[in-house]
């Protein structure tokens, strides 16, 4: 009888000690995935995002083609930041997008897209732009901000 109640125990030990184990492991997985997702959505603290900005600005000074240009190089870099993937120099603007738009959620890859569009017959087609897509261009900038700022923690 002696000999059923210690082996009895020790099941009962080596069970807890198992879920003991389980839920250790568990934990060091969650804080692990929690901050995979903080840094993430980490940027400099002293660096708001001001893309609409900085397109008007250069849109008054430097003219159009240039003011997207200069706008786009800066939200793929910022994004490249966001994103913590370091992508070398030598990638298309095209390739960027395509490996910062697999980090980020579907409606801010639409987005950048459309950026796109906009930004590579200017850049390498020289060709002029129509007030529409300015208009476009400074609309898709404002919500691609708005966005960053609320995976950011920033108030909209």
Avoid: H
Avoid at 8 to 23: K, V
Avoid at 127 to 147: G, P, Q
Wanted: net charge positive; proline share 3%.
């Amino acid at each position: 009888m002696s000999s059923v109640l210690q082996s009895s125990r020790y099941l009962i030990i080596l069970i807890d000690t198992a879920l003991a184990a389980a839920i250790v492991f568990l934990l060091i997985r969650l804080i692990r995935y929690v901050r995979k997702r903080r840094t993430c959505r980490e940027i400099e603290i002293g660096k708001p995002i001001r893309w609409s900005v900085m397109f008007d600005r250069l849109l008054r000074e430097d003219g159009e083609a240039q003011a997207v240009i200069e706008t786009f190089k800066k939200i793929i870099d910022d994004l490249n930041e966001l994103t913590k993937l370091n992508l070398p120099e030598s990638l298309t603007s095209l390739e960027a997008i395509v490996k910062i738009g697999a980090r980020l959620p579907e409606a801010m890859r639409r987005r950048l897209i459309e950026l796109y569009k906009i930004y590579e017959p200017t850049r390498f087609g020289g060709i002029d732009l129509s007030e529409e897509e300015i208009n476009e261009f400074r609309a898709r900038t404002v919500e691609l901000e708005k966005m960053c700022r609320i995976i950011m923690g920033e108030l909209p």
